[in-house]
């Protein structure tokens, strides 16, 4: 991980182990309050592929057509993250997703992982 990639951070309820991406006051499955922050290893599987042919602006990665996909992560996740892909990637590739830059709000980039 270079310097400039912070973790992929869930939340995880203590209670039911319901883990969500999204920042929730309550669990929405349980509905205790209070789930904690925890580290994805961001590792997944792409379930969902598109190219985007006119955005409202450039991707981080260029401008259109760039491919955004769908990633269900290993830690079985109730969110999917919406990632940034160099090229299109058949559903079902093996995936780590990163942030692009420091920043919390920064997009996510998945690439495929050897073998
Ligand atoms: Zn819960």
């Given at each position: ?49 598109t190219?985007v ?14 491919t955004l996909v ?12 919406m990632a940034l ?31």
């Amino acid at each position: 991980m270079s310097s400039a990639t912070l973790p992929l951070v869930l939340q995880r309820c203590p209670a039911c182990g319901h883990r969500m991406l999204a920042r929730r006051l309550y669990c929405p499955a349980c509905g205790r309050e209070g789930p904690e922050p925890c580290e994805s290893s961001g590792r997944g599987r792409v379930r969902s592929v598109t190219t985007v042919h006119r955005a409202a602006g450039p991707s981080p990665l260029g401008p259109a057509p760039f491919t955004l996909v769908l990633v269900e992560l290993e830690e079985h996740c109730a969110d999917r993250v919406m990632a940034l892909a160099r090229a299109p990637l058949p559903i079902g590739t093996a995936v780590a997703v990163r942030r692009l830059g420091p920043a919390a709000g920064a997009p996510y980039l998945a690439e495929p992982l050897a073998g």
